[in-house]
Each structure stands twice: as structure tokens, then as C-alpha cells.
């Protein structure tokens, strides 16, 4: 078991899709700019050449900015926690090690800024859920 914390920027890009009181359906697309500071531990494995691993912890996420354009119509609030699980494998060849992982995100808190609008008043709760590969070459 070993401890791995990095602090890595995020940029996020999603979509609301919402029914209005017409019924048609409307979208809003939110992009952000974050800082993550995930605490994880690895559950990791002794082979020499292959070592595949498992991580758990949580990651405390910051909003830096949102996109201006719909600031006034929905916000999300600037702190986020979330619970984490992943897997993958760690391969060392000659001069350096890849180390692929899937990583799976869920928001723990309601990360929805209530302004009062039609947009943010279509939505009782909002929280993240991300699922990410990724690639570390050491």
C-alpha cells in the first residue's frame, strides 16, 4: 500500500439538457477551469516487469472559473469533494515506465448555485461524475 497525492488543473466541459414549461428541450453547455488535489491510496502489486494496481481515496476539487456566458443564468459552486476508484497496470520497459488507468469520479456534494432561474430552478441537484483514462510515462 502506498500514498500518491499530485495537484493536476482540470478543464471541464459538459452539457445540461433540460425540458422547458413549453417542452422543448434546451441546452446549456458549462465549461470550468479546476485545481485537483486527489489523495489516493495504491494497492499495488510486487511483479517485477507488470505491476498492476488499485487506487481509492477522494479529491478535493476548486472552481477557478466558469465560462461568462452563463454565469448569470447557472453557476456552480467552487468546492467539490469526490469519491474515487481506478485500476491499471504498471509496465516498465527499458528507459521508462507507462503506467495506464481508468479512473471512476462521484461527486459527493450538490455542486448547484441556486440563482433563481429557469435554469438553475429545472435542477434539484447537480453533482460530478467523470470517468477518465490516463497515461503517466515516468
Not at 1 to 10: A, G, H, K, P
Not at 98 to 114: M, R
Request: glycine residues 4%.
Amino acid at each position: 500500500i502506498s500514498y500518491r497525492q499530485r495537484i493536476l488543473l482540470n478543464f471541464e466541459s459538459s452539457t445540461l439538457e433540460f425540458e422547458n414549461k413549453k417542452n422543448e428541450i434546451q441546452q446549456l453547455k458549462l465549461r470550468n477551469i479546476l485545481i485537483a488535489a486527489p489523495v489516493h491510496f495504491m494497492f499495488q502489486s510486487n511483479y517485477k516487469k507488470y505491476r498492476p494496481f488499485l487506487i481509492a481515496g477522494s479529491t478535493i476539487k476548486y472552481n477557478l472559473g466558469q465560462e461568462k456566458t452563463v454565469v448569470d443564468k447557472f453557476q456552480i459552486k467552487p468546492f467539490d469533494i469526490t469519491a474515487d476508484l481506478g485500476i491499471g497496470i504498471e509496465v516498465k520497459l527499458n528507459k521508462f515506465t507507462i503506467a495506464p488507468e481508468i479512473n471512476f469520479s462521484h461527486g459527493l456534494l450538490n455542486i448547484q448555485n441556486n440563482l433563481g432561474t429557469n435554469y438553475s430552478n429545472a435542477f434539484s441537484k447537480l453533482s460530478r461524475q467523470n470517468v477518465v483514462f490516463l497515461v503517466a510515462v515516468r
